[in-house]
C-alpha cells in the first residue's frame, strides 16, 4: 500500500477506537459494561445488530464465494426476515420483561440450572470457536499487504481487538458499531461504482452480468429440493430460518445488542430493519464478487490469489516449475480471451448458436487453468505441507490492492478491519457476559459486589480473548471462512433454538425431558454432519425439531412426569 494508504486506514481506525473510548467513559456496573445501562435508540440497535453478523469474513470471503461459486450463497438469508418478525413478537418482549442479562438465565426460570449451563456451555464452545475465524479473517489482510506470515499478523489484530473490548464494554461496542456500518455502507457503494468503471469500455453493467450468467455464477434462485445441495430456495427458507432464529433469538452475541434497546419498541423496530436491509446488503456484496469475475474474463487473474505463498514458492527450489506454470497459466488465459471476444460478438449479435460454442470453449480453457492450478497448489505442498493452499479469501483483497486507487484502497481495508472489530468486540463481549452471569456470579460468587463482577467481567474478557486469538492461528484449515462459520453455527445453532422453543411453547415439557432431548438431539445433529448426509442449513431444522419430539417423548415417560415451574 502506498503512504496516503496507510495514512487513510490509520486515522479511520483511530476514529472508530478514540470514538468508542469517549463514548463508553464512566462505566460503573456491570449493567453498564454488558447492556450499555439498556439506553440505546433503535437505530443504534439495528446498525450494531447487522455490524455483529456483518464481520470482516462477510467483506473478505462473500465476494470469493460469488467469485467461484455464484450468487446462489443469498439464498442462505431468505429465511431472515421471516425470523426477524418472529423475535419481535415473542422473544424481545420476554427478554425485557425478565429483565436478563444473558438469554440463558430465562431456561433456568423455566426449567433448571443444568438446562441454562447446558445451554450456555453449548453457546460458549460455538461462539468461541467462531470469534477466532473472525479474527483471522482481517490477519489475511495485513499478511498479505506486509508479506509476512498470517500468524504475526493473527496475534497483532487479536491484541489490538481484546484490548479495545477490555476497556470499552457493550457500549463502546455499540457506538462503534453504529459509526463503523455508516463507513461500510459508503464503501461498499464505492467499491462495486469502481469496479464496474474498471471493465472495458464497451461492456457495461448489463453486458458483465451476461458474461458472468454464460459461465454459471449468476444463479441466484435454486428451485430444486436436493438434501446435499448447500444453497437453495427452500434450504435457504427453512433450514436458514431455524438457523437466523436461534442465532439472533438464543445466540447471546445478538441477544445482546437487542437488549442494549431503550424498550421494547427499540429492540423491535431494530430487529425489523436487519431483517429489511440483510437480504440487499449481502446481494450487493455478492454482486461485487461477480463483477470482478467479469474483470477476469477480460484482464489475466493471479495464478493464485494469495501473494504470500505465491512468494514464497517462487523462492523456493521449485521455482522453475513454479515459472512454466505461470507462463502455461498466461498461455490459457490468451486463448480465453479469443473465446471471450466470441462470446462477447454472440451475445451482440444474439447468435445462441455461437453463444454454445463459446461457451464450450470456455469450460475447456477453465478446465486447463484449473489444472494448472492443482499442479502449483501441489508443489506449494510439496514444498511446505503447513502451506495455505486456499487462495478463495485473498481473492477480493488481491483485486483491491491491484486495481484501486490511492486513498481508497486504505478506505477499504479500513472497513475490512471496522468489520472485524465490530464483530469480534461483541461476540467476545458476549462469551464474557455469559461466563460472569451463567457460570460466575450463578455457582462461585453469588452475592459479589457490582465492582467485582464488573472486574470480573474484565478478566474473563480477556480469557476469552486469548482463547479466539488460539483458535484463529488455526482457522486457515477451514476454507471458505464464510461457509465455515455457518456450518459452525449449523451443529449448535438447531439444539439451541429447540431449548427455548420448548421453553417458550410447550409448557408441559419438564427440565429432564428437555435436557435428554437436547443431549441426544445434538449428537444426532453431529453425527448427520460427521457422515456428510445432508446439506448443513438442514441440521438446523432437524436439531430444531429433534429437540422438540424427544422432548414430548421423553415427557410422557414415567422417569419425567414431574412438572417444573411454569414460565413466569
Given at each position: ?191 462495486g461504482m469502481l469496479v464496474i468503471y474498471l ?13 458472468a450468467g454464460k459461465s454459471g455464477k449468476t ?350
Open positions: 500500500m502506498s503512504n496516503i494508504d496507510w495514512i487513510v486506514l490509520f486515522c479511520t481506525l483511530s476514529l472508530i477506537v478514540i470514538y468508542g473510548v469517549y463514548k463508553s467513559r464512566g462505566i460503573r456496573n456491570i449493567d453498564g459494561y454488558l447492556l450499555g445501562n439498556k439506553s440505546l435508540p433503535w437505530y443504534h440497535v439495528a446498525l450494531s445488530v447487522m455490524a455483529t453478523q456483518a464481520s470482516a469474513i462477510t467483506f473478505l470471503s462473500a465476494p470469493g464465494l460469488a467469485y467461484t461459486s455464484g450468487m446462489s450463497f443469498v439464498q442462505f438469508y431468505f429465511g431472515l426476515p421471516l425470523a426477524m418478525i418472529l423475535l419481535s413478537i415473542t422473544f424481545v418482549p420476554i427478554f425485557h420483561r425478565l429483565r436478563v442479562f444473558t438469554a440463558y438465565e430465562f431456561l433456568e426460570k423455566r426449567f433448571d440450572v443444568r438446562t441454562r449451563v447446558f445451554t450456555a456451555f453449548l453457546f460458549l464452545v460455538q461462539r468461541g470457536i467462531s470469534t477466532g475465524i473472525t479474527i483471522y479473517a482481517p490477519a489475511i489482510i495485513l499478511s498479505s499487504i506486509l508479506q509476512i506470515n498470517v500468524t504475526y499478523t493473527t496475534l497483532f489484530i487479536g491484541t489490538l481487538v481484546i484490548l479495545y473490548t477490555v476497556y470499552g464494554g457493550t457500549k463502546a461496542v455499540s457506538y462503534t458499531q453504529l459509526l463503523q456500518m455508516s463507513i461500510i455502507f459508503g464503501g461498499l457503494l464505492t467499491a471493465l472495458p469500455s464497451d461492456i457495461g453493467l448489463v453486458k458483465a452480468l451476461h458474461i444463479n441466484a434462485i435454486d428451485l430444486s429440493f436436493d438434501w446435499n445441495n448447500q444453497y437453495t430456495l427452500w434450504s435457504g427458507i427453512l433450514g436458514g430460518f431455524f438457523l437466523q432464529l436461534s442465532y439472533f433469538g438464543t445466540d447471546q452475541s445478538q441477544v445482546g445488542r437487542y437488549l442494549t434497546g431503550s424498550s421494547i419498541r427499540d429492540s423491535r423496530i431494530g430487529l425489523l430493519m436487519n431483517g429489511l436491509l440483510k437480504v440487499p446488503m449481502q446481494f450487493a456484496i455478492l454482486l461485487i464478487g461477480i463483477l470482478v469475475f467479469a474483470y477476469y474474463q477480460y484482464n489475466s487473474p493471479p495464478i493464485f490469489f494469495n501473494k504470500f505463498e505465491l512468494n514464497k514458492i517462487e523462492n523456493s527450489q521449485y521455482g522453475p516449475e513454479v515459472a512454466k506454470l505461470e507462463a502455461a497459466h498466461q498461455q490459457v488465459f490468451q486463448e480465453k480471451q479469443a473465446h471471450i471476444n466470441k462470446l462477447t460478438t454472440a451475445l451482440d449479435q444474439e447468435d445462441d448458436a455461437a453463444v454454445a460454442e463459446a461457451r464450450t470453449q470456455l469450460h475447456a480453457a477453465d478446465k486447463q487453468a484449473k489444472t494448472i492450478r492443482e499442479d502449483l497448489v501441489a508443489l506449494m505442498q510439496k514444498n511446505d505441507k503447513a502451506a495455505d493452499t486456499n487462495d478463495n479469501n485473498y481473492i477480493f483483497l488481491s483485486f483491491v490492492t491491484d486495481n484501486f486507487p490511492k486513498g481508497l484502497i486504505g478506505l477499504l481495508i479500513a472497513i475490512v478491519f471496522m468489520a472485524s472489530m465490530g464483530a469480534t468486540a461483541s461476540a467476545i463481549n458476549s462469551l464474557a457476559s455469559t461466563t460472569v452471569i451463567d457460570i460466575y456470579k450463578r455457582f462461585v460468587r453469588k452475592k459479589g459486589s457490582e465492582q467485582g463482577y464488573l472486574s470480573a467481567s474484565r478478566i474473563f474478557t480477556l480469557v476469552w480473548g486469548i482463547f479466539c486469538v488460539i483458535i484463529a492461528l488455526y482457522a486457515s484449515r477451514l476454507g471458505n471462512l464464510l461457509e465455515a462459520v455457518n456450518i459452525l453455527g449449523s451443529l449448535f445453532y438447531g439444539t439451541i433454538l429447540g431449548i427455548f422453543v420448548v421453553a417458550f411453547y410447550i409448557k408441559k415439557a419438564g427440565a429432564k425431558a428437555v435436557l435428554c432431548a437436547a443431549v441426544l438431539t445434538e449428537f444426532i445433529v453431529v453425527s448427520l454432519w460427521l457422515a456428510d448426509v445432508m446439506a448443513f442449513l438442514w441440521l438446523n431444522l432437524v436439531g430444531c425439531a429433534g429437540v422438540v419430539l424427544f422432548a414430548l417423548l421423553f415427557q410422557s415417560l414415567p422417569l419425567t412426569t414431574k412438572r417444573q415451574p411454569a414460565q413466569r
